[in-house]
């Protein structure tokens, strides 16, 4: 039965994963817009993250809905880092008392509602225009929440911030597209590149692809527990020189997918390799919230370029934060901003004018993320709550974080280094000759076959390490670290039997 | 005094303008993002609504709050259909309860929430993630809003609608974006074509700009109610062979900025024209509720292809709707869908793989779309109080659109079709020889030149014709609809005594 299931299976990820590579030779008489015509940039894009593998839990979901014969009950999504729906995590009262309010003030008429809440509300509709979250904000974002953005970042890092300088987005991946977007230089023949992580959070790769530019991938070193080594950026920069205009790196700190946190000399040594290179900095720091380790600390690049003084505090930056991360994890929202410094004054007045066209971002997902950036003060009616309610989520992923690693490298074969922060842990994972011969038989990435299988095996939806990239010859993957405790322990439970029996059957 | 202050405002608008034209010689140390190396296709970019013309007018309103000399007190913005912020049009209250109380649940416990709102928010929450709209969705959107959009289309054009054809986005700008990116072929040397009406909303023109694509313009007929002349369309698709792959073609019905409602009968013919010539045709219908004149009907491009029955039915089509507009007016929630027919199989996959890569969008406007779609029904409990708000809403519209077409035509030199849909009035303005040979030696339109005196003499704020792209050697402004009466009346005496002083001291 088992054999017969593996054998579907791997029939539907074949399917899936084909869709991508050929076009039906048959076409519809009328048909403008097949795979010949489709933008051929388009095609290049992946997106592992939703990709093949989650269609595939999506069908399993479906079909375990009636009478089945898989050996489990339920798929455990651990494949996105999406706090509200991955666990037992309920949204932050705070939030969603002001959003609430923002939303149909006539709901801050009850006597339970906190007046600092009914305070804030007041002062974010006050720079709405007809004091309604329905009318098109700035292109930049509200001007309140950007104060309060700068208010955050000034505090976080000891140096002025500008409201003026801060962009309120769609979730970070928006901003991210917009600065990338900046660099490209629209010449096939010699491309912007952009330096981005191996393994990197997949966006990246995917907007390269679909910009046309070129990815300069330099190695996260794993020995060292993900760090980033300027030996290897010099020689990724190098080898790609002929092929590229390198215009940008992007750093992600905390890592996605590798949870590491960058040490502040770390950091300090990328920037002289970027200003040396006058490569624009994308400092990707949507995690900058999810610090666990004890030992660890967040610097955001903007501090530490400020520290560094001239020349450096001159470069031009982008960080980038969202409402989807942190331990609130209003995903859905859209919530995000990001932080432009030193720019060139023309330059700023095009991307205004860039932004203008698609009017502003979300207005509700603006109210999020200033939730978010401006908690409730000691003393205020709503701080007690808000901050039962933020140690309980911060102490669970704590504990979690802590947990997952220790129980991966209780396994044969598995490898994982300290998840220091993020919601991730990246395993790397020992995968026999045969099985990656196997694999590649059927075109398909080892590890993307193995977490096919493990899939179908036991449920557990993660996404291949392949999907972000990582050195030739490793293999990994990737889970998030937001299912509760309990369903954790029993997920790696699952996983050290399907390992064990995967290694023995490709001996 | 005056003259004083309109050489300011004439500097103010050159440096404006003049920052889409130049970049400045001296660049800092460390610019590695300067004129010179940013993204040639952003600098291409124009968005006239959100332009030099309304940069001038925020000055404006910061300078009246303290002591000025201009003539007036207050700014009026027309320059954009941005419902609440524009009038005295409060937010409808159901869609507001319901929003509220998938915020945040708790509200729905006062006694006086009514229960079908209440069932409504109990229906969306299930189909989201931990019951939260917090997580993020399918990239698709919320299936449940996406079944209530099919059933609105189904009941709206009498053929089935299929919520696998749904896709949920930030707002209609969104949508576009991505089918016009799937269309692209990246080519420089003869990139794709897409065919957009003059005038169009500048959101095409910048959207092909950015993507580098080739703009077929095709004239609206002005003479006859801005439809569209199928000898227009072959002379403009032919002319542009040449220098493109022509692929795809917009109309915007209702238009905007033209205000018009296209006949069957014309919709038929578009059909026929782009299946005759293979084009992927794009339909803006963001303002198919807001149709005001007796008489006038809005016919869905899918309800017409489906009524032409074979070969049409099987053409591909996207139509685009949004939450910004219709009568409710929530702009800010940036919710918005697209329908897409016809689709070959493999390109939808492709579709659904470039979305996911943004994860999905905003929650929050899924939530508003879905209530804008899914109204009470008569006898539910939030039915009637529902029924009053939108009938004083869409009267208040009903009466301004035929309103401000009378007024302009009052006015010596101008000439103003039939408000028949839509938000706008677009007007012909009769500008003096005189002035047209001053403001080109100024560098600019001379409808930019006649708008930004309009605004620094009577604080009106629209936007100049030539934002919308024209018929060469006529001259238009573009004017919401939406302040209120005594306002819109207002204005136009302000604007009747500009315009004769204008001609005066131009003649």
């Given at each position: 039965m088992l054999a017969v299931k593996y054998r579907l299976s791997l029939n539907s990820a074949r399917q899936v994963l084909a869709a991508g590579i050929n076009y039906r030779k048959e076409q519809k008489r009328?048909?403008?817009?097949n795979m010949q015509t489709l933008n051929p940039l388009v095609k290049e894009v992946e997106y592992a993250v939703r990709g093949p593998i989650v269609i595939r839990a999506g069908e399993i979901e479906r079909q375990l809905k009636g009478k089945h014969d898989y050996?489990?009950?339920?798929?455990?999504?651990?494949?996105?880092?999406?706090c509200h729906a991955s666990g037992n995590q309920a949204p932050i009262t705070y939030i969603r008392q002001f959003v609430a309010g923002c939303t149909y003030?006539?709901?801050?008429?009850?006597?339970?509602?906190?007046r600092d809440v009914k305070q804030r509300v007041e002062r974010l509709l006050s720079a709405c225009g007809g004091k309604s979250l329905g009318s098109y904000t700035e292109s930049q974002g509200i001007i309140t929440i950007r104060e309060d953005v700068a208010a955050y970042i000034q505090q976080r890092d000891g140096y002025p911030a500008d409201a003026g300088n801060i962009y309120l987005c769609n979730g970070a991946s928006d901003g991210i597209k917009t600065v990338i977007k900046l660099l490209?230089?629209?010449?096939?023949a010699k491309p912007s590149g952009i330096m981005i992580p191996?393994?990197?959070?997949p966006l990246y790769s995917a907007t390269l692809s679909e910009y046309g530019a070129h990815q300069i991938e330099y190695y996260l070193d794993e020995d060292n527990n993900w760090a980033l080594n300027i030996d290897e950026l010099e020689r990724s920069l190098n080898e790609a020189k002929s092929k590229c205009v390198p215009r940008g790196i992007v750093v992600i700190n905390p890592g996605n997918p590798t949870g590491q946190v960058l040490a502040r000399d770390n950091i300090e040594n990328v920037i002289r390799f970027a200003h040396k290179h006058q490569l624009f900095v994308m400092a990707?720091?949507?995690?900058?919230?999810?610090v666990y380790l004890p030992g660890s600390k967040f610097f955001s690049f903007k501090k530490v370029l400020m520290d560094l003084g001239a020349p450096y505090n001159q470069m031009e930056m982008a960080s980038f934060h969202s409402a989807?991360?942190?331990?609130?994890?209003?995903?859905?929202?859209?919530g995000g901003y990001y932080e432009l410094i030193n720019l060139d004054k023309d330059v700023r007045m095009q991307v205004n004018k860039l932004i203008s066209a698609c009017l502003c971002s979300t207005s509700w997902g603006q109210a999020v993320m200033g939730a978010i950036i401006s908690p409730p003060r000691e003393g205020?009616?709503?701080y007690e709550l808000y901050k039962k309610e933020r140690t309980m989520v911060v102490n669970r992923l704590k504990e979690k974080a802590d947990l997952v690693s220790q129980l991966f490298n209780s396994v044969e074969g598995v490898r994982c280094n300290a998840?220091?922060?993020?919601?991730y842990a990246f395993p790397r994972i020992e995968i026999p000759k045969k099985a990656i011969e196997y694999a590649k038989s059927k075109k398909m990435a080892p590890d993307a076959f193995y977490c096919f299988q493990l899939l179908e095996k036991t449920g557990i939806c993660v996404v291949p390490g392949s999907g972000f990239k990582q050195r030739p010859g490793t293999h990994h993957l990737r889970t998030t670290i937001l299912p509760p405790v309990d369903q954790m322990k029993d997920m790696v439970e699952r996983f050290r039997t399907f390992h064990m029996s995967f290694l023995r059957e490709w001996k």
């Open positions: 009328y048909a403008t817009l050996p489990f009950d339920r798929v455990i999504r651990a494949n996105i880092g999406d003030p006539e709901v801050m008429n009850s006597p339970d509602f906190p490209m230089n629209n010449d096939p191996v393994p990197q959070y990707d720091e949507v995690y900058q919230e999810n989807s991360k942190g331990w609130h994890g209003e995903c859905g929202s859209r205020e009616e709503s998840v220091m922060g993020a919601m």
